[in-house]
């Protein structure tokens, strides 16, 4: 899988929406990009994905890149809530394939 | 209605004893997971299994052996525990499609 760069701490105030970056440069054409997060003490979750077209769900947007170097996932009003480690992650969406984590952003929301 | 739910939620042991964590996961899928994450917070991958067959084994010491009675389940029995395997141990499964993956709420291992 091709390796992810970023940021290693945020911080976000309450209401305001949280911008998270991450590097891909190396992806390939058939890797996804994916999103996890990790709230304290609790198993990662599943937060959003894409290939190369935005995408947006309950939980956040996702933008790539034109070339697919680079992408944000967005929260558009941070709660306390979100406060945790936010994974990005690529890999190749077929059969079942393994989710490599990094080290991820510590995002912390500011009351 | 856990999604995927592991026990116990802490286990404390001394070293050398064996001991087995156990996975359920009632969503349906056919791969189910087995991650470490360590006190620096890595999360790695040890196992996976698709229908009861083991497809990913990381480099993961002999000591450890999961067990698939079938595709809901997925266990993980630990030998001769040593110092180093205290961690905190997550259970996943996935569909292999297009929806990530489920962890459970993990297994806080310490070995003393």
């Known amino acids: 899988d091709a390796k992810t760069t970023q940021p290693p701490s945020m911080d976000c105030a309450e209401g305001r929406a949280a911008n998270l970056p991450c590097n891909h440069s190396?992806?390939?054409?058939?890797?996804?990009v994916y999103w996890y997060r990790q709230i304290h003490s609790q198993g990662p979750q599943y937060i959003i994905h894409?290939?190369?077209n935005n995408e947006t769900n309950e939980m956040a947007s996702l933008i790539i890149t034109e070339d697919r170097k680079s992408s944000t996932l967005i929260l558009p009003h941070a709660t306390l809530r979100d406060t945790a480690v936010y994974y990005c992650?690529?890999?190749?969406?077929?059969?079942?394939?393994?989710?490599?984590f990094g080290t991820g952003t510590r995002l912390t929301i500011i009351p | 209605d856990t999604a995927v739910s592991q026990t116990p939620k802490y286990l404390v042991t001394q070293m050398g004893n064996d001991k087995s964590i156990k996975c359920e996961q009632n969503l349906g899928h056919d791969t189910m997971y087995w991650y470490k994450q360590d006190s620096k917070k890595f999360l790695k991958i040890m196992f996976s299994?698709?229908?009861?067959?083991?497809?990913i084994n990381e480099t993961v010491p002999n000591r450890f052996s999961p067990k698939s009675p079938d595709k809901a389940h997925l266990n993980l029995h630990i030998n001769s525990l040593e110092l180093g395997d205290s961690a905190v141990y997550f259970c996943?499964?996935?569909?292999?499609?297009?929806?990530?993956?489920?962890f459970g709420s993990g297994t806080r291992l310490t070995v003393v």
């Open positions: 992650i690529v890999r190749v969406d077929f059969g079942n394939e393994k989710l490599t």
């Open positions: 996943a499964s996935s569909s292999g499609q297009f929806d990530g993956y489920t």
């Open positions: 299994y698709n229908n009861k067959e083991l497809i």
């Open positions: 190396t992806i390939s054409g058939n890797e996804y």
């Open positions: 894409g290939l190369k």
